[in-house]
């Protein structure tokens, strides 16, 4: 409760706002493009309502936010309290790059994820769940009830933390930084950082593998398409489907008519036996 | 039949959409969504213990990489309802509980990474308009909508019966099922390809195809290739720092050490 205590009236009013709604933002679907964008949305629009005044301003804002995003629940508040001291700044400072917002967005998820994971879903899941076990294959209701507290007590206070703790540096570091003038440098070095992540998940996320094969007179051994693939270069399809995708964005192309080609082209696919 | 069917679409509805309103707080898991249905069912014994068994059975189960693996919410209900009311054996109710939660893993993919598409470019309608009442009905009606129809395979298992289940899981045809799955798993590539148009810098192009790289190779999990990251960017920001200080002769090396701390201490 400490990081609570320096905030106004009016900041605590908002974070308590934003604290609330961030409970659902793995909540709602809007396809694998956007992820958990729209819960993104909707959790900061306390936020950009509060520094933003103009509707064109409100607009821009959540227009910034329709990227995708998905990061571990209760630890990506972080984010989320980091995002909001930044439209802060952005809401005050002219000079600020609004793409900064998303390249830090951008290069937090992961390690975000990174941390969040093994902890929420690996650790604390598989000792809720043990003693849970233990408790219900006698038939008693404990067991159940025993498991969701043992689970979700941890995250509570992980959930609550997570926004105020990035809230509070978020504030104070980008202060500090606009006053020694090494903004242009958080700019480049987060872009730097987000694009290196957005590397990382191409590899780790997008995925696809072929199970063509190829036999041949003479040799007993089928020869499988993907190996031959793997050895001219891992992932060498993600990645291309990708660069293609940003190339067509960059060209200007509607970004659903690629989404649809994409969506096809891996159903034609799969019909033909391609995968 | 169809009260029972009833109670076991509300029982996914409760857990499942449930889960995901109150910050994946686990009702989606096999101890909690037995005790659930065996509530509603009016057996609670059974219930708890068909959760605590498919909760040792569904333990390491969790999506990783868009491998398709078992749903457990629907594949809990079905199976403890079938046990409860068509009086299944136990140990061949859990048995049926695999096969239920992989074609239910199946639904929900498709759902999630190919149906659900379709809200997307709504979203960038209202988003474009500042309609924020429409965000958030957009964000509570897709909620609404997705967790109905997971609910509806259930309420539609129960009335049809576990014979019928059991011969339409057996039955799928394996080439639509790949299809679908490809599509899942290419789709995020536009996710990214949307994010990179924003982050794009040809001078930082070569950054992504590091970040590739580390992956793809060498397997590195993504915390360590932010820690590579962050390296990197230390160093570069070191040296932007010394370019942009460099009118300024005296003083500079002190306040050069303070931003670099800055920069470690965020991203830290």
């Given at each position: 409760?400490?990081?609570a205590?320096n905030?106004?009236?009016?900041?605590?009013?908002?974070?308590?706002?934003?604290?609330?709604r961030?409970?659902?933002?793995?909540?709602?679907?809007?396809?694998?493009?956007?992820?958990?964008?729209?819960?993104?949305?909707?959790?900061?629009l306390?936020?950009?309502?509060?520094?933003?005044?103009?509707?064109?301003?409100?607009?821009?804002?959540?227009v910034?936010?329709t990227t995708?995003?998905?990061?571990?629940?209760?630890?990506?508040?972080?984010?989320?309290?980091?995002?909001?001291a930044?439209?802060?700044?952005?809401?005050?400072?002219?000079?600020?790059?609004?793409?900064?917002?998303?390249?830090?967005?951008?290069?937090?998820?992961?390690?975000?994820s990174?941390?969040g994971?093994?902890?929420?879903?690996?650790i604390?899941r598989?000792?809720?769940?043990?003693?849970?076990i233990?408790?219900?294959?006698?038939?008693?209701?404990?067991?159940?009830?025993?498991?969701?507290?043992?689970?979700?007590?941890?995250?509570?206070?992980?959930?609550?933390?997570?926004?105020?703790?990035?809230?509070?540096?978020?504030?104070?570091?980008?202060?500090?930084?606009y006053q020694?003038?090494?903004?242009?440098?958080?700019?480049?070095?987060?872009?730097l950082l987000?694009?290196?992540?957005?590397?990382?998940?191409?590899?780790?996320?997008?995925?696809?593998k072929?199970?063509?094969?190829?036999?041949?007179?003479?040799s007993?051994?089928v020869?499988?398409?993907?190996?031959?693939?793997?050895?001219?270069?891992?992932?060498?399809?993600?990645?291309?489907?990708?660069?293609?995708?940003?190339?067509?964005l960059r060209?200007?192309?509607?970004?659903?008519?690629?989404?649809?080609g994409?969506?096809?082209?891996?159903?034609?696919?799969?019909?033909?036996?391609?995968c | 039949?169809?009260?029972?069917?009833?109670?076991?679409?509300?029982?996914?509805?409760?857990?499942?959409?449930?889960?995901?309103l109150?910050g994946q707080?686990m009702?989606?898991?096999?101890?909690?969504?037995?005790?659930?249905t065996?509530?509603?069912?009016?057996?609670l014994?059974?219930g708890?213990?068909?959760?605590a068994?498919l909760e040792?059975v569904?333990?390491?189960?969790?999506?990783?990489?868009?491998?398709?693996?078992?749903?457990?919410?629907?594949?809990t209900?079905l199976?403890?309802?079938?046990?409860?009311?068509s009086?299944?054996?136990?140990?061949?109710?859990?048995?049926?509980?695999?096969?239920?939660?992989?074609?239910?893993?199946?639904?929900?993919?498709?759902?999630?990474?190919?149906?659900?598409?379709?809200?997307?470019?709504?979203?960038?309608?209202?988003?474009?308009?500042n309609?924020?009442?429409?965000?958030?009905?957009?964000?509570?009606?897709?909620?609404?909508?997705?967790?109905?129809?997971?609910?509806?395979i259930?309420?539609?298992g129960?009335?049809?019966?576990?014979?019928?289940?059991?011969?339409?899981?057996?039955?799928?045809?394996?080439?639509?099922m790949?299809?679908?799955?490809?599509?899942?798993?290419?789709?995020?590539?536009?996710?990214?390809?949307?994010?990179?148009?924003?982050?794009?810098?040809?001078k930082l192009?070569?950054?992504?195809?590091?970040?590739?790289i580390?992956?793809?190779?060498?397997?590195?999990?993504?915390?360590?290739?932010?820690a590579?990251?962050?390296?990197?960017?230390?160093?570069?920001?070191?040296?932007?720092?010394?370019?942009?200080?460099?009118?300024?002769?005296?003083?500079?090396?002190?306040?050069?050490?303070?931003?670099?701390?800055e920069?470690?201490?965020?991203?830290?």
């Amino acid at each position: 409760m400490k990081i609570a205590r320096n905030l106004s009236k009016a900041d605590k009013k908002m974070l308590r706002s934003v604290f609330w709604r961030s409970w659902t933002l793995n909540a709602s679907r809007t396809g694998a493009t956007q992820y958990h964008a729209l819960g993104f949305i909707y959790t900061l629009l306390p936020v950009i309502n509060r520094y933003y005044k103009t509707p064109k301003d409100q607009s821009a804002a959540i227009v910034r936010h329709t990227t995708w995003f998905n990061a571990t629940m209760h630890i990506n508040n972080f984010i989320v309290g980091l995002v909001a001291a930044m439209e802060h700044q952005n809401s005050e400072d002219p000079n600020f790059d609004p793409n900064s917002i998303t390249a830090v967005k951008a290069s937090l998820m992961g390690p975000i994820s990174g941390i969040g994971d093994p902890f929420f879903w690996g650790i604390l899941r598989v000792i809720a769940a043990g003693i849970g076990i233990s408790l219900a294959s006698t038939g008693s209701v404990m067991g159940a009830i025993l498991f969701l507290l043992l689970y979700n007590v941890p995250a509570f206070l992980v959930h609550y933390y997570a926004l105020y703790t990035g809230y509070a540096i978020g504030a104070s570091f980008i202060k500090r930084l606009y006053q020694s003038g090494g903004i242009k440098i958080l700019t480049k070095v987060a872009s730097l950082l987000g694009l290196l992540m957005m590397g990382s998940m191409t590899a780790s996320t997008v995925k696809f593998k072929t199970i063509l094969q190829v036999s041949v007179n003479g040799s007993k051994e089928v020869m499988k398409i993907q190996s031959y693939l793997d050895q001219l270069f891992i992932g060498l399809v993600p990645i291309t489907i990708t660069l293609l995708a940003f190339w067509l964005l960059r060209k200007k192309v509607n970004v659903n008519i690629i989404m649809f080609g994409i969506m096809i082209l891996g159903i034609v696919l799969g019909l033909c036996g391609v995968c | 039949m169809f009260m029972q069917a009833l109670m076991a679409g509300l029982s996914v509805f409760i857990c499942f959409a449930g889960n995901y309103l109150t910050g994946q707080s686990m009702l989606e898991r096999p101890l909690v969504v037995g005790l659930v249905t065996g509530l509603l069912m009016g057996d609670l014994k059974t219930g708890i213990l068909m959760g605590a068994a498919l909760e040792a059975v569904f333990m390491g189960n969790i999506n990783i990489g868009g491998v398709i693996s078992a749903e457990p919410v629907t594949a809990t209900t079905l199976a403890t309802t079938f046990a409860i009311i068509s009086h299944v054996d136990q140990k061949a109710a859990i048995n049926l509980a695999i096969p239920i939660g992989m074609l239910a893993a199946f639904v929900v993919m498709f759902l999630k990474n190919v149906f659900m598409n379709f809200f997307a470019p709504i979203l960038d309608r209202v988003a474009a308009k500042n309609g924020q009442k429409q965000i958030v009905l957009l964000h509570y009606g897709t909620w609404i909508f997705y967790y109905v129809i997971i609910a509806s395979i259930s309420f539609l298992g129960v009335l049809l019966g576990s014979k019928p289940v059991e011969e339409l899981v057996n039955n799928i045809p394996q080439n639509v099922m790949n299809g679908l799955s490809a599509a899942g798993g290419l789709l995020p590539a536009v996710g990214f390809a949307m994010l990179m148009k924003m982050l794009w810098d040809n001078k930082l192009a070569v950054f992504y195809l590091l970040g590739f790289i580390l992956t793809a190779y060498l397997k590195l999990p993504a915390v360590a290739v932010a820690a590579i990251g962050l390296v990197i960017c230390v160093v570069t920001a070191q040296r932007d720092l010394e370019l942009m200080n460099l009118p300024q002769t005296t003083a500079t090396n002190k306040r050069k050490l303070t931003k670099q701390e800055e920069e470690e201490d965020f991203f830290s």
